[in-house]
């Protein structure tokens, strides 16, 4: 089936320095990605979504200066935290959908811990 | 109120078990997302349904669309299945449920 490559899987930074996390799916074209973030012991929410060759839609409540997505190509969606402080901390999963299917698979995930 | 709604939030079964999960979604939508979630964090997408029902292996998905409620079955329960279980709908926009905790144990 497709896949969705997020790296890297895990990431410790120290806060005030910025953290880039890579989504890539490997075997489709993504035109839509998706960037969700999930708090210890609570459920996905999402983030952003991300087209390519367009600005990323932010959800309500979250800094795009902050948050910054890029979408370049039709395989690659990063997602940079500027500025990293400590409750950024949180598990950061992409998806990606499958424009020929219309399934969406998701990535693994990125464990940030701001120190 | 949340938009969708899973039960049980946690769920203990013998190996061998015939295991529902169920989701319920008070929204329109376009698909429903079935995750699987293991204790490091990876997220994998187990289904996506519209309507009827899929299966895949042991897993059994089904969706009611005009009841707005959707269940995940799993057949010949085994400990690598203890995860955490997300119900997922797009419409406008996505809405995720809070997960059921699954321990199959041996």
């Known amino acids: 089936g497709a896949v969705v490559s997020q790296h890297p899987s895990w990431v410790i930074c120290k806060s005030g320095t910025s953290v880039k996390i890579e989504c890539r799916s490997l075997?489709?074209?993504?035109?839509?990605m998706f960037w969700y973030r999930q708090f210890p012991k609570q459920s996905l929410m999402l983030m952003a979504t991300?087209?390519?060759?367009?600005?990323?839609?932010?959800e309500q409540g979250v800094e795009k200066d902050k948050f910054l997505i890029n979408h370049a190509s039709l395989t690659l969606s990063t997602l940079t935290v500027t500025s990293a402080h400590p409750e950024d901390s949180s598990f950061y999963i992409c998806?990606?959908?499958?424009?020929?299917?219309?399934?969406?698979?998701f990535g693994p995930g990125t464990r940030l811990t701001v120190t | 109120k949340n938009e969708v709604e899973q039960s049980p939030q946690n769920l203990t079964a013998q190996e061998g078990e015939f295991i529902t999960i169920n989701c319920s979604y008070s929204?329109?939508?376009?698909?429903l997302h079935w995750l699987q979630q293991h204790p490091g964090g990876g997220i994998v997408s187990l289904f996506m349904?519209?309507?009827g029902k899929k299966k895949h292996g042991r897993l059994i998905a089904t969706i009611n669309i005009q009841e707005k409620h959707s269940s995940l079955h799993i057949t010949a329960s085994h400990p690598r299945d203890s995860a955490v279980y997300i119900c997922?709908?797009?419409?406008?926009?996505?809405?995720f449920g809070t997960g059921t905790s699954l321990t199959v144990i041996p």
């Open positions: 349904l519209s309507s």
């Open positions: 991300s087209n390519e060759g367009s600005k990323a839609t932010y």
């Open positions: 998806s990606a959908k499958d424009p020929a299917s219309y399934e969406q698979y």
């Open positions: 075997d489709f074209q993504a035109t839509t």
């Open positions: 929204v329109g939508i376009s698909a």
């Open positions: 997922a709908v797009t419409g406008n926009q996505f809405y």
